[in-house]
């Protein structure tokens, strides 16, 4: 069935400041396990930025991110674009 999925806290990834100083860049593809309670248990990489330092921070911000309660647990696929803005 059908379940409705509400994000009660959403945290951008912390840009590391070596990443910054290097010029890092990259889309990352998470999926991510949320249980019935809004807790995200699980994250798994499903496409890596290809830089390891970006990778982490995207995975300590999913795990840090909180949804309404559901009926059941259930798997959510998220997106982060690490992108320097550069003028």
Known sequence: ???KITCLKYLE???PKLAIKRGYEGILILEILILKNGIVKEVFIRKSTGY???DKAGVRAAFESKFYPLT????LNIE????LNRR
Request: hydrophobic share 20%.
């Open 80 to 83: 982060y674009t690490l992108k």
């Open 1 to 3: 069935g059908y379940q």
């Open 13 to 15: 990834p912390k840009y």
């Open 72 to 75: 059941k647990e259930t798997n």
């Open 52 to 54: 390891d330092i970006l």
